[in-house]
T-cell receptor, first 112, second 114 residues
């Protein structure tokens, strides 16, 4: 039972480069989300999706794009990386009621 | 809007000491409350939860009671172990609202020494 799988685990980008963080879940969850974790800030919601074809912005969406073409996958795209996007990124999915949220192992991204 | 405030860390304890990590919340509805734990280099794991007032969540010796009158959900453990060293996050969500995600506190780092 893989749960929520994120790739890559580590990434270094140069300012201005683009990349996609991958997230896949095998639990058939409709709800998926992306968070970023920064020291002293906790986790902040970037984007979320309530099902295939439906996405919405969270607290800190600027500089990121998402799409949801399948139930399983929810990739996060950085369009033009900036040093302020250096962070640890977590993908999550959750069950319907009763709600249980599952997190991936995280992607540590450094933008230089 | 909804928010979570938890005590600043780091918290440094000796093994077998009593642990309390304070958490208070602000919410417009009737949120569910959670404690998550993050061990070094890992993702977040659900530690315990409570879905309504006066519920007590418990797991692995940790407990927290949902107190609506004080809007609090403090985490406690009677005797901590070195293996409890981790970052602890308090979170809330009002799942009655479509699309509502978890809202996290800033996290409290716990370090337990033998």
């Amino acid at each position: 039972n893989a749960g929520v799988t994120q790739t890559p685990k580590f990434q270094v980008l140069k300012t201005g480069q683009s990349m996609t963080l991958q997230c896949a879940q095998d639990m058939n969850h409709e709800y998926m989300s992306w968070y970023r974790q920064d020291p002293g800030m906790g986790l902040r919601l970037i984007h979320y999706s309530v099902g295939a074809g439906i996405t919405d912005q969270g607290e800190v969406p600027n500089g990121y794009n998402v799409s949801r073409s399948t139930t399983e996958d929810f990739p996060l795209r950085l369009l033009s990386a900036a040093p302020s996007q250096t962070s640890v990124y977590f993908c999550a999915s959750r069950t319907p009621f009763p709600v249980v949220t599952f997190f991936g192992q995280g992607t540590r991204l450094t933008v230089v | 809007g909804n928010s979570v405030t938890q005590m600043e860390g780091p918290v440094t304890l000796s093994e077998e000491a009593f642990l309390t990590i304070n958490c208070t919340y602000t919410a417009t509805g009737y949120p569910s409350l959670f404690w998550y734990v993050q061990y070094p280099g890992e993702g977040l794991q659900l530690l315990l939860k409570a879905t309504k007032a006066d519920d007590k969540g418990s797991n692995k010796g940790f407990e927290a009671t949902y107190r609506k009158e004080t809007t609090s959900f403090h985490l406690e453990k009677g005797s901590v172990q070195v293996s409890d060293s981790a970052v602890y996050f308090c979170a809330l969500s009002d799942f009655n609202q479509a699309g509502t995600a978890l809202i996290f506190g800033k996290g409290t780092t716990l370090s337990v020494s033998s």
